[in-house]
């Protein structure tokens, strides 16, 4: 099981990578695809 603030930190890290600043920006993404 995966806490919380595991996802966070990992969510935080990927950011970048993709291009994205916010988990809305993210969800955006996703969306357009």
Do not use: A, I
Request: glycine share 4%; aromatic share 10%.
């Amino acid at each position: 099981m995966l806490s919380p603030r595991t996802v966070s930190s990992h969510l935080y890290n990927v950011y970048p990578k993709l291009g994205v600043s916010n988990r809305n920006q993210l969800r955006d993404l996703f969306d357009d695809l």
